[in-house]
């Protein structure tokens, strides 16, 4: 308890409370004059008295330390005392501790906002209590495969997630969910929202407490229900408290609002859910029964919750063993269960998401190249000219740990400071991101918490310590002597320092050059989405779909929608301003139809997919085939493929015409052959950038298809959507249809690209940014360290250009080196990764000449600003005042 | 603090300098450094030598401790001088230091004259 008394004593001594310097000064100096005292009385002299008595105590200023010492806590002080001469060093040599504090905290700021958003995106538990106890389930097939899919593969059939339901013992609660896009009509608007439709348990899975009303259970499977979001309900409904029983029309369908979900849910997938529906009832108004009943067809994500202390083996091995009875009905076939924490993103987004996560890493790191290097090259600068002052602390005495304490004393001021720029920075990157990307719920959820404070200051301490340490080794190793003198700034040492600047621009300037190329890549990649390169025109093509109109009141059956589309599509085909219509079982970008083929009745079946076209298909297209026809009407046994399969079962194009294709009977086992007739290009119908897979096209038969679309080219300013809903009216009153240009899905599916694209960006600007502050700081500093020596140049009679020339050689050589830098480097990785690079670009060649040409014009531009700027001030130095200046 | 024994230099225990300050200011009431000094070295019989560098942060530490109080005063010599007085939890550390050299000595004393103790 003493000892805890004195501490404090001790630590409140540090701020000066207790026993003041002079006191103690005072105490000692009596103790002095009382010794000296005694000294007189034994018989010396006073002035002798007073000698001895200095004599024997020593020196008074090593006594009162000795004393200061016990007052304070000596650590604290020695420490306190480096960080005030550190604030000092640093506000003389303020331009070069801004700019690097600027540069830093960008740097880390953005790196932090970024990799929050990745965490929290691709890893980030959902928004429900005890989330850690929520699975994703999902299978993967190998061996033969014969499987519908809407989606992704990985995904289950309705039979196959009840089967799961059912059997399961080690999972609390199992729900599946399927996420759709809808029309909300209301008062004549049209609205999309993002639905969830659910398995009753879904709610029990994810246990959330409603804010309003109640949420779905399981006796809602027959019941035209919904819940809807905190969102929906603020913005659509105005925070109504009686929101609960008002309709809510989705599709052409009536549900009934019965709660809302609370606002720190929002669903389980990217995209914020607006609305959660009861899958069975959505389907069945849809007149979808059918794929509640399909046990091939994989559509369903499926959740569960862990019973609290199942073991994960337990549970891989009960998923395993309902796998196993799963697939007896499919010889051949071997199914394998992934059990997997429930985040956000399922396991193939996650790749997507990874991919882009991985190429914003690596802007990432280029990004704190970028930066380290900007601020070791200022602080290295900055470092040259403080030779003299750290000679002048040896050569009084200071010891080499003193000057190493000060360095890191001021390496931590840079931090920290760093850090609090970094995290203003954060916040800010965040609530752009917010506003700019297409997640922006999410995103707009994302607060930077105490980890990634933590990491925020990690990172400022790694990198700075990284950067200020290195120039601090260079500054120990003085000579006092030529440093005293100032010798250091003329030619004798200058040129290492100087290349060794040269070298960091010269890193900016690549790295910069690189992320620069990468966006106008990106950029480019995009736009040749609306090139021609998917292998056919998307102008003025749109893709029609009737709306399930389904009566919930009198429970009538939906119309057949077969019908319906194909009299539509006969209806529009008339009328002149429609060049061409056809009917498809899969519209372009609308899903893959997986199947299996063979060249012959013996050969082994590879996996290939297929599509169910009419005769116009190619034509409304405007694709001509590569060789052969298309169907004729009533062709049934006829099939056209594409390139892509010709070439892979018969080499070329021409051989495969009159061949036979043996390809799965509709609802069978068996193999029937078909007579190949034409062959078409390779499109691109599933992915932008990347070709289709082998695929064959078979006749879709009139009526027959409850799902089929309609697929429109109209001439040029027709009124597609006025046209098309006239027509509707005109087949079914009151049947409503959904009319999207190829260009609107399109434009959905490059929605991870814009992402990518977007973050690219941001970095890119970043890097600009901070190699133009970085460059501008060095430079800016440069100049006043050689004040004297720009003086000289100009009495001796300099012109302004000489000099102007002089100080942008400074720079112009770290930028060519780096340019030709960033040249190779990028020549290195489109030889490495051309093939994937090429894909994500939508074809476009890595060593585009025209993105090359816009990063070294925007660097470019930047950096001579950047040097001009500073260089300006060099011209207006009067030689007289240089050579006066000290 | 040292101790001399003709010119040699012997290490004093550990704590030792703490009972000597207390025990002198018992004995003598409020007492100033130097007196304390003074009156340490006579005890000891000269044969500890007190730095003021010694003493000082001592004599802090016991005040820190609250075994000690100070206060400005008025020296013989009529200067400012700080004099020092045991606490009342000071007079009780006194008795227990006290209490514990003298049961270190007894017990050290039985292993230098076995047979007297014996």
Known sequence: ?886 | MSDRKGGERLDIWQGTLTLMVLKTLEALGPQHGFGLARRIEQTSGHRVVLNPGTLYPTLLKLEQEGYIASEWGTSENNRRARFYRLTRAGRRQVGREEAAWLDAAEMVGRFLAPKATS
């Open chain 1, 1 to 886: 308890m003493r000892g805890v008394r004195a501490w404090l004593l001790r630590l409140a001594g540090l701020v000066g409370a207790g026993r003041s310097d002079a006191e103690i000064r005072e105490e000692v100096e009596t103790h002095r004059s009382l010794l000296a005292a005694e000294y007189e009385q034994a018989g010396m002299l006073a002035e002798e008295a007073r000698r001895r008595a200095a004599a024997d105590l020593g020196s008074l200023s090593a006594i009162s330390a000795a004393y200061q010492d016990r007052r304070g806590v000596p650590v604290i002080e020695t420490t306190l005392r480096h960080f005030r001469m550190a604030a000092r060093s640093l506000q003389r040599s303020s331009v070069a501790s801004v700019s690097t504090v600027l540069v830093l905290g960008l740097g880390i700021g953005a790196a932090t906002a970024v990799l929050a958003v990745f965490q929290a995106i691709a890893w980030g538990d959902l928004t429900v209590p005890s989330a850690g106890d929520v699975v994703r389930l999902s299978q993967r097939f190998d061996g033969v495969v014969d499987r519908r899919v809407q989606g992704q593969v990985d995904r289950f059939s309705y039979p196959e997630f009840e089967a799961y339901r059912v059997a399961t013992r080690t999972l609390a609660g199992v729900a599946a969910v399927k996420h759709d896009r809808m029309v909300w009509r209301r008062d004549g608007e049209e609205r999309p929202v993002r639905a969830a439709k659910v398995t009753g348990d879904y709610f029990r899975v994810l246990p959330v407490r409603p804010d309003i009303g109640r949420l779905l259970a399981p006796d809602d499977a027959r019941n035209p229900v919904a819940v809807i979001s905190h969102r929906l309900w603020t913005r659509a409904f105005g925070a109504e408290p009686d929101v609960t029983g008002r309709p809510i029309d989705l599709d052409g369908v009536p549900y009934t609002v019965i709660g809302v979900a609370p606002g720190s849910f929002s669903g389980t997938e990217l995209e914020a859910t607006d609305v959660w529906l009861p899958l069975e009832v959505a389907h069945a108004a849809q007149g979808r029964d059918a794929m509640l009943a399909d046990r091939n067809l994989s559509w369903l994500q499926v959740l569960a919750r862990v019973e609290s202390g199942a073991p994960m083996p337990q549970l891989k091995a009960e998923a395993a063993l309902i796998a196993g009875q799963l697939e007896r009905e499919y010889p051949g076939r071997r199914t394998t269960i992934r059990v997997s924490r429930a985040t956000r993103l399922d396991d193939a987004l996650r790749g997507k998401a990874l991919a882009v996560g991985a190429l914003a890493s690596l802007a990432i790191g280029i990004l704190f190249l970028v930066c380290g290097s900007n601020a070791a090259s200022v602080l290295m600068a900055r470092g040259t000219t403080r030779r003299r002052e750290i000679a002048v602390r040896v050569a009084l005495g200071a010891a080499p740990r003193h000057v190493v304490w000060l360095l890191l004393a001021e390496m931590s001021l840079i931090g920290l400071a760093s850090a609090g720029v970094g995290l203003v920075v954060c916040f800010a990157t965040l609530r752009t991101f917010a506003s700019v990307l297409p997640i922006g719920d999410i995103m707009a959820g994302i607060r930077p918490d105490a980890g990634v404070f933590g990491l925020t200051l990690a990172t400022a301490s790694v990198v700075t310590f990284a950067c200020g340490l290195a120039p601090g080794r260079q500054l120990l190793r003085v000579d006092c002597l030529p440093d005293l003198k100032g010798e250091e700034s003329f030619v004798g040492r200058r040129l290492p320092a100087l290349r060794l600047r040269q070298g960091l621009i010269a890193l900016q300037v690549c790295v910069s050059v690189v992320l620069l190329v990468a966006v106008a890549l990106l950029g480019r990649g995009i736009g040749q989405i609306w090139n021609a390169s998917l292998g056919y025109a998307t102008l003025g093509l749109f893709v029609i779909q009737p709306d399930a109109n389904w009566d919930a009141a009198t429970g009538s059956r939906p119309r057949d929608r077969g019908d319906f589309s194909w009299q539509l599509a006969t209806v529009l085909a008339s009328d002149s301003r429609v060049r061409a219509v056809t009917l498809v079982t899969l519209a372009p970008f609308a899903g893959t139809g997986h199947s299996r083929a063979a060249p012959g009745p013996d050969v082994p079946v590879a996996a290939v997919h297929f599509n169910d076209v009419d005769a116009r298909y190619f034509e409304t297209l405007d694709v001509p085939l590569v060789a052969g026809r298309s169907f004729l009407p009533g062709e049934a046994d006829a099939v056209v493929v594409n390139s892509a399969l010709a070439r892979r079962f018969w080499g070329e194009d021409r051989s495969a015409l009159d061949r036979l294709l043996y390809v799965p009977s509709r609802g069978t086992e068996t193999m029937r052959p078909l007579r190949v007739v034409g062959v078409s290009p390779t499109l691109q119908t599933r992915d932008v950038g990347i070709p289709d897979e082998p695929t064959y096209y078979t006749l879709l038969t009139p009526r027959a298809s409850g799902t089929s679309f309609v697929v429109l080219r109209a001439r040029e300013g027709a009124p597609v959507r006025q046209l098309a809903s006239d027509a509707a009216q005109g087949i079914a009153p009151g049947q409503s249809i959904s009319v999207a240009s190829l260009d609107d899905r399109l434009r959905a599916s490059t929605g991870e690209l814009r992402v990518a694209l977007g973050v690219l960006a941001f970095l890119g600007a970043l890097a600009v940014l901070v190699a133009a502050v970085g460059i501008h700081g060095l430079i800016a500093f440069t100049i006043s360290a050689r004040f004297r020596e720009i003086g000289v140049c100009r009495t001796l009679g300099a012109a302004p250009t000489q000099v102007l020339r002089l100080i942008l050689g400074w720079t112009m050589t770290g930028v060519t080196l780096g340019t030709i830098g960033a040249v190779i480097l990028t020549v290195a990785a489109s030889t490495l990764l051309g093939g994937e690079l090429q894909g994500l670009l939508n074809g476009l060649s890595p060593l585009d000449p025209l993105s090359f040409l816009f990063a070294v014009s925007v660097l470019g531009l930047s950096v001579a600003l950047a040097t001009y700027l500073p260089a300006r001030r060099a011209l207006g130095i009067a030689p007289v005042a240089a050579l006066r200046s000290e």
